[in-house]
């Protein structure tokens, strides 16, 4: 029973951009809480939305990640 399990190490201030655009027009979201649900804000309208972390991994095209805790 040694199977490999793998989450993507999703972070609160990334900028993630979804496959399917948001009815608002906007496709990047930003994390604001990051758990087994994922908080998510619209970056056009400021709309937010809770995923399940599975279905965010799906939906994700792309992610930023946020450096401004180096700083």
């Not at 989450?7 to 027009?25: M, N, Q, S, W």
């Not at 994922?38 to 450096?67: F, H, P, W, Y």
Request: aromatic share 8%.
């Amino acid at each position: 029973m040694n199977a490999s399990f793998f989450l993507y190490p999703f972070e609160a201030g990334d900028i993630v951009t979804l496959r399917k655009p948001h009815p608002c027009g906007g496709t990047t979201w930003s994390l604001v809480r990051v758990a087994g649900d994922v908080t998510l804000r619209c970056q056009t309208c400021g709309r937010r939305m809770v995923l399940k972390r599975s279905a965010l991994e799906k939906s994700c095209k792309s992610i930023e990640k946020n450096d401004e805790k180096d700083k």
